[in-house]
């Protein structure tokens, strides 16, 4: 036997090329001569060049390599389980997977629909592969993620909220954001929504923060589940980030499409900064119980991920191409989350509607203070109050904060372009449509809602662009509701017709356990029909002193 | 620095402590079909919302025409509860990935084994024109019907119904790249194969432009659910078995091809389950107890429309029965199976297939 005899080359035969292969496919397409397809799912955009795979894999080695990938993460659940893993894993993190979970799933099939949209727009066959692939990926993401969540129901002390989870996503205050996002991938312009909104923005930037930040959190919880799926999960975003820029480099091509990018790219940004940040930053700040100074914060992996990573190499490099890049967007997003603690507003506010949500949260304690004090200079200021407020007001019997007048918070008006509460007063905006008055959170959404979702944008009609619509306020739906009934609507009431799903602690006795009674006798307000039940001056006053903020009173 | 401290959690296990819903382990918002709700239940109800179920502030953003996200009116049937549906092929992620994965493994090994073994070059010379001009024009078909489904995936009500139509489209597609691979690796093997000739026959071979108006036909339907039913109930029965079964299947190892059977029959399997999915969903709606009445007559003229264009595209495919040196099937005898296999479907639906 010569050393260089091998059984590869005894077997091997000759193959056709990744490049050919992929060639081949893409020329599976033609254009109809009887009939013509319908365009359903029209764009004000123009695209006449075809966009190119990148990836160039094809069906045939992408189901084996899923079929991989899956083995490990169900492999590594069961594992979890033989370990004990809920033994160990700190519930104040596993409930705040409630909320997440609750969201997720939704956003993730949107975007296996999304694939339709931009599939029939792309010109040439090419990409069609790519979304071929990227729609399956999305069917997996979001049924894996189902799949996750009944795993914590079986497993974890308290299934409540899991077990309630998608009719939750569709009601709860919170999960409004979460739909906000969701649709935006479905709904409006085509490119806007399926593309620009969704892969060049929403996965390419802020799919880092979702699924790279947060699974790392979750290890840190001793919840080892999470980051299973979701970096699993995470893997396929490569192939989705080529596909977004695969279309974004066609579209450049033509000129006239330019100002619609810029109007897209804008919006995308700040409305995936607005709803992203307030929630992961959230579950990763507020849901551990790791306060190693040594690890990054949340505004640190910002800077990290999104700062350097995406608006230095993928925005900035477009300007080449003669795409107006709004960089003090990017600063004002930065100086939100480091100066005006937009990310611990948030939780602020998250806490402050606890009874209206279907899941647990406990107090902030001294050693968390600790490192939010490191982390965040001038935290313990404005912060620490408010948590000692909300640790003595989780007892039965207490008052809400939002009903207690001892506190000294007013609870915020909700911005009618991202959904998210209006938490840095002092950048609410106003502004009408249809003659009707909404509120927003910065001068940028007001753009969003008034400019960008309009007919017409700097004078040229974008007759394909979407509206917001709906009942977007959530606070108007319970208007002048008893905070009791407006729970046992909501259906976030365990099925002892009494006992809250949602508790302000970790509590797991009985005895402890917030119920319909203890909530009784509050009246809910939309802050948006009171504002716009005040004559002009008292609103003028009203948001002159919104503007100003509130303090905390001290907590003895 | 001082808060009120909580009580330290010493578990976070299930049955570490007994409250109010600690054994509460099913989603409890969905109605399972059966007694127990199924895996795929679990992964799939409710996960694509709407205004019923349980859209508290209605959708959030619509089209410029005011319409949300998805709407009822995406197709002109018609249904007291869009919800009942449940694919039986209960198919969710995983389930789907392991099984393309074993179809994709299946095919790939018998295909090498038989390129080890010099099978293509042993293939009757007749028979390879065959599959050059004419598997080679039917890998647009799938394609076609896959972009198709791709495209219905978007519009269904619920999450039931769009997963289904999804998981479709994803066979279909999977099925038009086998093929095109299958063509371009044995053409290695086999002197002077023109890997490009079944694109021209698909665009200029009379043989084929009934069967490409038809498929044409069905990418250019704006409804989904016509589309859906088109694919399923009319276009497979009439003329994807007839070509796929009725001759690939039979004429192929009498000519010498043992691989080419294989390579086809995952997708008989895969259609087996979509039917049953299909079936599932069109009986649902054809005998609703509110608009039963206008389903039928909607599925009537579906099927007015789309048997004429099958009935056409399979005449069309007529002559490929006579082009291989062996010929150990009839085409009217294939006709024959195709038409009493859509003859039972439409039975099990209530409906009648429309007189030639």
């Known amino acids: 036997?010569?050393?260089?005899?091998?059984?590869?080359?005894?077997?091997?035969?000759?193959?056709?090329?990744?490049?050919?292969?992929?060639?081949?496919?893409?020329?599976?397409?033609?254009?109809?001569?009887?009939?013509?397809?319908?365009?359903?799912?029209?764009?004000?955009?123009?695209?006449?060049?075809?966009?190119?795979?990148?990836?160039?894999?094809?069906?045939?080695?992408?189901?084996?390599?899923?079929?991989?990938?899956?083995?490990?993460?169900?492999?590594?659940?069961?594992?979890?389980?033989?370990?004990?893993?809920?033994?160990?894993?700190?519930?104040?993190?596993?409930?705040?997977?409630?909320?997440f979970l609750a969201i997720i799933p939704f956003p993730e099939?949107?975007?296996?629909?999304?694939?339709?949209?931009?599939?029939?727009?792309?010109?040439?066959?090419?990409?069609?592969?790519?979304?071929?692939?990227?729609?399956?990926?999305?069917?997996?993401?979001?049924?894996?993620?189902?799949?996750?969540?009944?795993?914590?129901?079986?497993?974890?002390?308290?299934?409540?909220?899991?077990?309630?989870?998608?009719?939750?996503?569709?009601?709860?205050?919170?999960?409004?954001?979460?739909?906000?996002?969701?649709?935006?991938?479905?709904?409006?312009?085509?490119?806007?929504?399926?593309?620009?909104?969704?892969?060049?923005?929403?996965?390419?930037?802020?799919?880092?923060?979702?699924?790279?930040?947060?699974?790392?959190?979750?290890?840190?919880?001793?919840?080892?589940?999470?980051?299973?799926?979701?970096?699993?999960?995470?893997?396929?975003?490569?192939?989705?980030?080529?596909?977004?820029?695969?279309?974004?480099?066609?579209?450049?091509?033509?000129?006239?499409?330019?100002?619609?990018?810029?109007?897209?790219?804008?919006?995308?940004?700040?409305?995936?900064?607005?709803?992203?940040?307030?929630?992961?930053?959230?579950?990763?700040?507020?849901?551990?119980?790791?306060?190693?100074?040594?690890?990054?914060?949340?505004?640190?992996?910002?800077?990290?991920?999104?700062?350097?990573?995406?608006?230095?190499?993928?925005?900035?490099?477009?300007?080449?191409?003669?795409?107006?890049?709004?960089?003090?967007?990017?600063?004002?997003?930065?100086?939100?989350?480091?100066?005006?603690?937009?990310?611990?507003?948030?939780?602020?506010?998250?806490?402050?509607?606890?009874?209206?949500?279907?899941?647990?949260?406990?107090?902030?304690?001294?050693?968390?203070?600790?490192?939010?004090?490191?982390?965040?200079?001038?935290?313990?200021?404005?912060?620490?109050?408010?948590?000692?407020?909300?640790?003595?007001?989780?007892?039965?019997?207490?008052?809400?904060?939002?009903?207690?007048?001892?506190?000294?918070?007013?609870?915020?008006?909700?911005?009618?372009?991202?959904?998210?509460?209006?938490?840095?007063?002092?950048?609410?905006?106003?502004?009408?449509?249809?003659?009707?008055?909404?509120t927003f959170a910065h001068e940028l959404d007001r753009w969003t809602a008034v400019e960008a979702f309009a007919g017409e944008y700097q004078g040229r009609p974008t007759p394909a662009m979407g509206r917001f619509s709906g009942r977007r306020e959530w606070e108007s739906c319970y208007h002048d509701w008893d905070l009791a009934d407006a729970i046992q609507d909501l259906g976030f009431v365990r099925t002892d017709g009494k006992t809250l799903v949602p508790q302000p602690h970790l509590r797991f006795e009985e005895k402890e356990m917030w119920t319909l009674d203890d909530v009784r006798g509050h009246t809910i307000k939309s802050p948006l029909i009171t504002l716009r039940e005040m004559n002009e001056a008292q609103r003028e006053k009203h948001l002159a002193d919104y503007r100003a903020g509130f303090t905390i009173n001290p907590c003895n | 620095m001082t808060a009120t401290q909580t009580a330290p959690v010493k578990s976070g296990a299930a049955g570490s402590a007994v409250f109010a819903d600690s054994d509460s382990r099913k989603y409890r918002y969905f109605e399972p079909r059966g007694k127990r709700a199924t895996h795929y239940e679990d992964v799939t109800v409710d996960v694509q919302p709407d205004p019923e179920r349980y859209l508290l502030q209605d959708w959030i953003i619509s089209f410029p025409n005011g319409r949300g996200a998805y709407s009822k009116d995406n197709t002109a049937a018609l249904s007291s509860n869009w919800h009942l549906f449940r694919a039986p092929d209960q198919e969710w992620e995983r389930t789907h990935y392991q099984r393309q994965s074993k179809i994709e493994a299946m095919v790939q090994a018998v295909i090498a084994n038989g390129r080890k073994s010099g099978a293509p070059r042993h293939f009757d010379k007749a028979w390879v024109k065959v599959l050059q001009n004419h598997l080679g024009a039917w890998k647009h078909v799938e394609f076609g019907l896959g972009t198709s489904l791709m495209q219905a995936q978007r519009y269904g009500y619920t999450q039931m119904i769009n997963n289904a139509t999804l998981t479709n489209s994803s066979y279909k597609l999977r099925l038009a790249q086998d093929i095109t691979l299958y063509l371009a690796e044995i053409g290695m093997d086999i002197g002077n194969f023109d890997d490009e000739a079944g694109k021209r026959a698909w665009l200029e071979d009379g043989t084929w432009q009934g069967t490409r108006e038809a498929v044409e036909s069905i990418m250019g339907s704006p409804d989904y659910l016509e589309q859906y039913f088109a694919i399923n109930i009319v276009f497979e029965p009439l003329v994807g078995e007839l070509f796929r079964s009725g001759f690939l299947m039979q004429a192929a190892s009498p000519n010498g091809d043992f691989i080419t059977p294989p390579v086809i029959s995952a997708a008989e399997a895969d259609y087996e389950r979509n039917l049953a999915n299909a079936i599932d969903l069109f009986h649902l709606l054809a005998h609703d107890s509110e608009h039963g009445a206008h389903n039928k007559r909607l599925f009537q003229s579906w099927l007015h429309k789309h048997v004429a264009l099958a009935n056409k595209a399979s005449a069309g495919l007529q002559p490929i029965w006579s082009q291989p040196h062996s010929k150990p099937v009839q085409y009217s005898d294939a006709r024959t199976q195709s038409v009493e296999r859509i003859g039972k479907i439409l039975g099990e639906l209530g409906l009648e297939l429309p007189k030639e």
């Open chain 1, 109 to 438: 099939i949107s975007a296996a629909r999304s694939m339709a949209m931009v599939g029939r727009l792309a010109p040439g066959e090419d990409l069609r592969t790519g979304f071929t692939m990227q729609m399956v990926d999305e069917f997996r993401h979001s049924t894996i993620q189902m799949n996750l969540k009944k795993w914590y129901m079986e497993n974890y002390v308290d299934p409540a909220g899991f077990d309630i989870t998608e009719e939750a996503f569709g009601k709860c205050y919170a999960t409004t954001i979460g739909r906000q996002f969701g649709e935006g991938f479905i709904t409006g312009d085509a490119i806007t929504s399926a593309n620009v909104y969704l892969t060049v923005v929403a996965e390419t930037a802020f799919t880092n923060t979702l699924f790279v930040a947060m699974p790392s959190e979750a290890a840190r919880n001793g919840d080892y589940a999470l980051p299973t799926v979701f970096l699993s999960v995470q893997s396929d975003e490569s192939r989705h980030v080529g596909n977004g820029h695969s279309m974004l480099m066609s579209m450049l091509k033509e000129p006239e499409n330019h100002l619609l990018l810029e109007r897209d790219m804008r919006y995308a940004f700040w409305q995936n900064h607005a709803i992203v940040d307030a929630a992961i930053g959230t579950f990763i700040e507020y849901g551990t119980t790791n306060r190693d100074k040594n690890k990054e914060s949340y505004a640190e992996m910002w800077h990290r991920w999104i700062f350097e990573d995406y608006y230095r190499t993928y925005m900035l490099p477009l300007e080449k191409y003669g795409i107006k890049i709004h960089h003090d967007d990017v600063q004002t997003a930065w100086k939100r989350i480091t100066e005006k603690h937009y990310v611990h507003k948030i939780a602020q506010f998250f806490s402050v509607g606890w009874p209206l949500n279907f899941w647990r949260i406990e107090a902030q304690t001294d050693k968390d203070f600790e490192w939010f004090e490191h982390k965040y200079p001038g935290w313990y200021a404005q912060f620490g109050e408010y948590w000692k407020w909300y640790a003595k007001l989780s007892h039965r019997g207490q008052t809400n904060v939002t009903f207690n007048a001892d506190t000294g918070y007013v609870y915020p008006h909700r911005c009618w372009s991202s959904m998210v509460p209006c938490v840095i007063r002092e950048d609410i905006v106003t502004d009408t449509i249809d003659g009707k008055l909404h």
């Open chain 1, 1 to 99: 036997m010569t050393s260089t005899l091998t059984l590869n080359k005894i077997t091997a035969q000759k193959g056709i090329s990744v490049a050919d292969a992929a060639k081949k496919i893409a020329d599976l397409g033609w254009n109809p001569s009887y009939v013509q397809e319908a365009m359903t799912f029209p764009t004000d955009y123009k695209i006449t060049k075809a966009p190119k795979d990148p990836m160039k894999q094809v069906l045939r080695s992408y189901f084996p390599m899923q079929e991989e990938k899956d083995n490990r993460v169900y492999g590594a659940l069961d594992a979890a389980l033989r370990g004990d893993m809920f033994r160990n894993v700190e519930p104040r993190w596993v409930e705040w997977m409630k909320l």
